[in-house]
C-alpha cells in the first residue's frame, strides 16, 4: 500500500511518529515527510536515519493552515499524530490546547481535501471517550471533525484510530516512576485504585497500519489492550530498581483526572461491533455512505462499555510486558 507513496506524518518526531517512521521506511515508500516544530528533535531524529534518503523533515506548526498546505502537496497518506497530549498542560492553557488539538486538525483536513490526499488516518486517545479532562474534549472534537470530513464532498478518506497509554512515550509514568525512584525514593500516586489501558509503541503502529489497510472512513478503530493498576505498575519497578524502603505515596487525584478511562463509553457501545479478535470499530451517529451497510454484518458488541478497571493484568503479568517493552530488566 505504501511502495512509491509520499507520506506526511505530522508530530513525526514524538514516540508515535519516530516509531511509526521506523516502520514506514521498510515498506519502500517513494518519500516520508516528517512535519512537526521541534528544531532539536528533527536534527537528532535525520542524524539517526541518515541512510534513509526517503526522509524529508519540515519544520512547521499544524496552527498555520498554509504551512500545511505546502506540507501536503501530492502526498498520498497523511498520518497526523501532532496534538499538546498532557492533561495537566491542556487544563492549564485550553486555549492552546483548542487550537493545536482542534483547529489544526481541521487545518490538516482542509489541507488533505486541498490536495487531494487519499487518506487520512488520525490518532485519538481513550482520554476522548466520555472526556472529563480539556484534552480529551479537544481529541473528542477531533474525532468529530474527522469523521465528519467523510460527508464532504472530496475525494479523500477520513478515519480515527483510539488507543489507550503508549509504554515509554516521552513523559511516561514509566519514566517518571523510574526518574522518582532513583532521585527521590519514592513514587508518587494520585490514587491507589487507578488503572489505566497500556499497550506497546509496536503495537500502537500494528493499529494504525490495521485500521489504514482496512477502514472505509468514517469509523474509529480500537483495539483490544490490556489494563493494569497504577499501583502495581510502581511496584513492579520498585521491584526492579533493587532499592529498598522506596515509599509509594498518595497525592490526590489532579483536575480532569479519572480513577478509570474508557476505550468506548456507555453511548457508544451502542453502534460499536467486533471487527475481529483483535479491534473494535465504533461507527459514528451521522451518516457516512455506505459505512453502515459495510459492518452491517459485523456483530455488535455485548459489553455497555469498555472500561480500563476491569480484566486486570496480574503483577507478573505486567512484569512480562514490560520485559517484553524493554522497561526492566
Given amino acids: 500500500m505504501f511502495h512509491n507513496k509520499t507520506i506526511l506524518v505530522t508530530g513525526g518526531t514524538g514516540s508515535w511518529g ?3 517512521v521506523k516502520q514506514l521506511v521498510d515498506k519502500q515508500p517513494k518519500e516520508i515527510r516528517v512535519f512537526s516544530r521541534n ?5 537528532a531524529m535525520k542524524r539517526e536515519f541518515d541512510q534513509y534518503k526517503t526522509l524529508k523533515f519540515i519544520i512547521g506548526d499544524i496552527k498555520e493552515k498554509d504551512a500545511l498546505i505546502e506540507a501536503t502537496k501530492n502526498v498520498d497518506f497523511v498520518f497526523h499524530l501532532a496534538a499538546l497530549k498532557h492533561v495537566p498542560v491542556c487544563e492549564d492553557q485550553p486555549l492552546e490546547a483548542m487550537k493545536t488539538n482542534v483547529i489544526g486538525t481541521q487545518n490538516v483536513i482542509d489541507a488533505a481535501i486541498l490536495n487531494d490526499v487519499e487518506k487520512v488516518i488520525y490518532i485519538s486517545t481513550d482520554k476522548a471517550a466520555n472526556p472529563s479532562n480539556f484534552y480529551g474534549f479537544t481529541k473528542a472534537m477531533g474525532e468529530r471533525l474527522i469523521i465528519h470530513a467523510n460527508v464532504l464532498k472530496s475525494n479523500t478518506t477520513f478515519v480515527c484510530v483510539r488507543g489507550g497509554n503508549v509504554l515509554g512515550t516521552n513523559g511516561s ?3 517518571v516512576f523510574k526518574n522518582h525512584i532513583e532521585e527521590k525514593g519514592k513514587i508518587g500516586i494520585t490514587d491507589m485504585r487507578m488503572t489505566r489501558f ?3 509503541i509496536q503495537d500502537a503502529i500494528k493499529l494504525l497500519f490495521k485500521a489504514t489497510y482496512e477502514s472505509k472512513g468514517g469509523e474509529i ?6 489494563t493494569c493498576k497504577i499501583v502495581d505498575l ?4 520498585i521491584e526492579d530498581s ?3 524502603n522506596v515509599d509509594i505515596e498518595v497525592l490526590g487525584i489532579r483536575p480532569g483526572e479519572k480513577l478509570h478511562e474508557l476505550l468506548f463509553s456507555d453511548y457508544e457501545s451502542q453502534s460499536t461491533v467486533y471487527f475481529d479478535h483483535e479491534y473494535f470499530v465504533i461507527l459514528p451517529a451521522i451518516t457516512v455512505d455506505g459505512l453502515q451497510e459495510y459492518y452491517a454484518s459485523f456483530k455488535p458488541v455485548d459489553l455497555e462499555n469498555y472500561n480500563s478497571g476491569e480484566n486486570l493484568m496480574s503483577r507478573q503479568e505486567l ?8 522497561f526492566i530488566s
Fill in 198 to 200: 497500556f499497550l506497546t
Fill in 173 to 175: 509514568v514509566i519514566h
Fill in 221 to 226: 478503530f480500537v483495539m483490544k489492550m490490556p
Fill in 18 to 20: 519516530h516509531e511509526l
Fill in 242 to 244: 533493587g532499592k529498598e
Fill in 39 to 43: 528544531e532539536s528533535s528533527q536534527v
Fill in 234 to 237: 510502581a511496584k513492579v519497578l
Fill in 319 to 326: 512484569k512480562t510486558l514490560l520485559q517484553k517493552g524493554g
